[in-house]
């Protein structure tokens, strides 16, 4: 059974920071792609970033420059540390795995 479960989520100022950890069992984490993914009340879940299992990453053009994803294949967690947070960034946070497999979600609150 594959299980993804995040955590870090929260309420933070814009300008904040916040660090986004995703634990992944069940998996061959080393040879998977994975994800993060955010939904904001009302919208589409939409792709934050993804790093492959060599280490390649992509960026929607709304975080790029203040988000970074990073993984550890030998504790089979990817992490998106989120800087210069706005607003706009609330939503609730998604790990993806593959495309496939999906976290339960955190939520992010980033208000005055």
């Known amino acids: 059974q594959v299980l993804l479960v995040e955590s870090g989520g929260g309420s933070v100022q814009p300008g904040g920071s916040l660090r986004l950890t995703c634990a992944a069992s069940g998996i061959t984490f080393s040879i998977n792609s994975m994800g993060w993914y955010r939904q904001a009340p009302g919208k589409q879940r939409e792709l934050v970033a993804r790093i492959t299992s060599g280490g390649s990453t992509t960026y929607a053009v709304s975080v790029k420059g203040r988000f970074t994803i990073s993984r550890d294949n030998a504790k089979k967690t990817v992490y998106l540390q989120m800087n210069s947070l706005k607003p706009e960034d609330t939503a609730v946070y998604y790990c993806?795995?593959?495309?496939?497999?999906w976290g339960q979600g955190t939520q992010v609150t980033v208000s005055s």
């Open positions: 993806n795995g593959d495309s496939v497999y």
